[in-house]
């Protein structure tokens, strides 16, 4: 048997007198009224020079709601943005996703248009992949747009070693091993080397083996970075 009170939260356009936002909890809270409100933005097009009435309850007056009262109207501006990054008009939920990515996980404008061109580029411009995209970068610890930035040249350099890495090995079509994929993430984002050095190191590979070894390469490579070997002149010193 369920007992107690629940209470809901509920915004009006007082011009055709229709809800356009609410929000229900078993607390009467400035969270509650603060959501029915964000729920109420997502509704309208244009939320420039509204105002909104309240009955000034505590919910209403608390520092809490005062602060997203000021951030709809950056949240405006970052919607508009978000889209002619994406070259497209969202619906009421990818505008309810992006707001999601943006609080959510406290990030901030740059960061998600960053993140937003990031996934256009690689022609992933879905907001549910955007959004999937987001929290795992978040949980890697890339919470900020210059940590973002830094993190997409990384893995811009990455993906460009790994299509050479597989022409120079032989390696075809098929996906790379653990194994590989570990060797060439060493190479290029431990190491730091340029792909000369590790075109050179597969020459002395195969000059010693006579076949294309990654094993081999790691085990020259690994050698090279301990004597702080940078470029191909350092090898020949």
């Known amino acids: ?25 078993k607390n009467i809270t400035a969270e509650l009224a603060t959501q029915a409100v964000k729920n109420a933005c997502l509704n309208i097009k244009d939320t ?53 990515i943006s609080e959510g996980l406290g990030l901030d404008d740059e960061y998600v248009l960053g993140l937003l061109a990031y996934c ?31 993190y997409l040249r990384v893995m811009d350099t ?3 070693a790994e299509g050479k890495i597989r022409k120079i090995f032989g390696i075809g079509d098929r ?16 190491y730091k080397f340029d792909f000369e050095l590790i075109q050179r190191a597969y020459e002395e590979t195969v000059n010693a083996t006579s076949k294309p070894s990654m094993n081999y390469a790691n085990k020259v490579l690994e050698n090279w970075f301990s004597e702080g070997y940078k470029t191909p002149a350092d090898v020949e010193r």
């Open 1 to 25: 048997k369920n007992e107690g009170w629940t209470y809901l939260a509920s915004v009006m356009d007082l011009f055709d007198r229709k809800i356009i936002g609410w929000s229900y909890g």
């Open 48 to 100: 420039e020079g509204i105002i909104l009435h309240s009955d000034l309850g505590t919910q209403y007056t608390s520092e809490e709601f005062s602060k997203v009262m000021e951030r709809r109207g950056e949240l405006a501006g970052l919607i508009e943005e978000a889209q002619n990054v994406l070259g497209k008009v969202f619906n009421i939920t990818e505008t309810q996703l992006l707001v999601s």
């Open 120 to 150: 256009k580029q690689i022609g992933k411009a879905n907001l549910r992949y955007v959004e999937k995209t987001a929290c795992s970068f978040y949980d890697k610890g890339i919470c900020n747009a210059k940590q973002l930035e830094e």
């Open 158 to 160: 990455l993906s460009s």
């Open 175 to 190: 996906a790379f091993t653990s194994k590989e994929s570990k060797y060439i993430n060493d190479w290029v984002t431990v």
